[in-house]
Each structure stands twice: as structure tokens, then as C-alpha cells.
């Protein structure tokens, strides 16, 4: 029991940083129509912002995270000036090939800048460190990087329904010329939306270093579960992509240890294409 308690507990500290990699992503989705091609690479580039930053300035994890964050949000917010504006209005495909586009300008650079080497922090607050509960051993960067995961995607969810800025962006996102009417700048919703999007993902960005290491092909699983999160939760749903991430990582977890390292990820294509066959629009979707 202890064995399974231990395996389920790694599977859902995964599943919360899973869970604010989708919540941008879902919240972009849900309100500009857009898939996202770029958010693993964003992810990525706030990984390399921690990792310089620790390593240049021996700025920890916990401090550079805010940084990683904002780095993340101007990204967001200049991907959509440059690229994805150009494509509001135009075919969903029109976006897609344009934020992929923008995915691998991003790698690429970082490829060339970087190497594809694998780059760890050398020190920082948390290294090494566990928390002993019982049996159950509990590692401080995962559960550090999972119990902010589940703040920001709490805090993200509570500025939707209780905001002013929530309200105009559920507006838009219901319909953007009824918004437009009513005094709402849609323009500058749709950036800020691409902003804090890229800020979600970059702040679980700036905490993983210090525990994953850092590559220019780090972010490619990442953007991967993300889409299938909000697909499972439902397009649109932050909670409906919060409970299909803390799933996929139970399951991921589960079927990893249980069964195989191999198979892990089929049991997880394969949780999302049972629910699918027989709600399309997810868990949560309407």
C-alpha cells in the first residue's frame, strides 16, 4: 500500500505542473480560438532563463521564477504582435502554421546558442531534499513546483470568474463584436491573454530546473500533454484541464511503475481516446 501511496503521490506532483503547462494553453484556446504550437518552446525558453540565471548570478529557483514568469509573458505578448495577430480572422490552420513557425525559431535558436547538451543548476535551496511523511517520501522541488502549479492555477481561476478583467475576457471570448459594443478592447485582451498564457507556463518553467534538466527539446512532451489535457478537461475549462492533468499523471505514474516505463504514455493517449469516444468535448466541455 505504502508502494502504491508513493507512486500515486509522484504521479500527482507531476500532474500539477501538467496542470498550469494546460491552463495557459486552455485559456488561449478558450478565448482567441488559437492553437498554440509555440507553448512547449516558451516553456523551454523559461527553463533557460532559471538555468542562466542560477548559473551566471547563483540566483536560486525560488527567486528566479518571477523572472522566468516575466520573461515568459513579454514572449507571449510578442508572439502574438508579430505572429498570431496576423492570423485572427483567417483559418484555424493559418495560426497553427504560424506559432509552429515560431516553435522552431525558438529552438533553433536555442540550439545554436545553447547545444543540445543537457544542463542541470549546480546548487540551489532545495537539492536533494525530501520531506519524510510515513513511508512516503516527499521530494521539496517537485512538491515546492506543484504546490505553486496549483496557486497560480487557482489564482488564474479566480481572476476569470472575480475580475473585472475576467469578465471582458470571458466577454471576448463569448463574442468579441458584442464586446467590442460594449467598451471592451479586444485587441488588447488578446495580448494580454497570449501574455498571461506564456506567463503560466513560464512560471513552472522557472521552478523545474531545479529538479529536470534543461534542453533545447525540453518542451516538446510538455506542449504535447498540455494539448491533450485540455482536450480531456474540455477546450476553454481551466478545472476541466487542472482534473485531466492531476488524471494524466496518475495515470502516467501508475502505468509507469505498474506496468512499464514504455507503455506509460500509451496508457495515457489511451485514457484520452477512451473518454473522447464517448464525450468529444472532454470532461468538462459543453
Known amino acids: 500500500m505504502a508502494l502504491f501511496l508513493q507512486v500515486a503521490l ?25 492553437i498554440n504550437f509555440a507553448h512547449g518552446e516558451f516553456l523551454m525558453a523559461a527553463m533557460y532563463v532559471t538555468y542562466w540565471l542560477g548559473f551566471l548570478w547563483h540566483l536560486d529557483p525560488l527567486v528566479s521564477w518571477g523572472a522566468s514568469g516575466a520573461f515568459a509573458f513579454l514572449l507571449g505578448v510578442l508572439a502574438y504582435k508579430l505572429v498570431v495577430k496576423r492570423t485572427i480572422g483567417r483559418s484555424a490552420m493559418a495560426a497553427l502554421l504560424g506559432t509552429f513557425g515560431l516553435s522552431m525559431v525558438i529552438k533553433n535558436v536555442c540550439l545554436n546558442r545553447f547545444s543540445p547538451n543537457f544542463r ?15 513511508d512516503l517520501i516527499v521530494p521539496l522541488p517537485q512538491l515546492v513546483t506543484g504546490l505553486f502549479a496549483l496557486a497560480v492555477v487557482a489564482a488564474l481561476g479566480m481572476m476569470l470568474k472575480r475580475t473585472r478583467f475576467g469578465w471582458a475576457v470571458q466577454a471576448t471570448a463569448m463574442d468579441r463584436e458584442a464586446a467590442e459594443l460594449m467598451g471592451i478592447d479586444t485587441e488588447k485582451i488578446y495580448a494580454l491573454v497570449f501574455g498571461i498564457g506564456g506567463a503560466c507556463v513560464g512560471i513552472a518553467g522557472g521552478l523545474m530546473p531545479s529538479y529536470l534538466a534543461v534542453h533545447p527539446e525540453v518542451g516538446g512532451l510538455f506542449s504535447l ?34 506496468l512499464a516505463p514504455v507503455v506509460k504514455y500509451v496508457a495515457v493517449f489511451g485514457l484520452y481516446l477512451a473518454v473522447v469516444f464517448f464525450r468529444p468535448k472532454g470532461l468538462f466541455g459543453w
Open 10 to 34: 509522484d504521479g500527482l506532483l507531476n500532474g500539477a505542473v501538467y496542470a498550469l503547462v494546460a491552463a495557459g494553453l486552455s485559456l488561449i484556446w478558450g478565448v482567441m480560438d488559437v
Open 120 to 134: 542541470l543548476l549546480p546548487d540551489f535551496l532545495l537539492k536533494g531534499k525530501t520531506i519524510l511523511l510515513g
Open 225 to 258: 500533454i498540455a494539448f491533450v489535457c485540455v482536450a480531456l478537461g474540455g477546450f476553454g475549462s481551466i478545472g476541466g484541464a487542472l482534473a485531466a492533468a492531476l488524471l494524466i499523471g496518475l495515470v502516467e505514474a501508475l502505468s509507469g511503475f505498474y
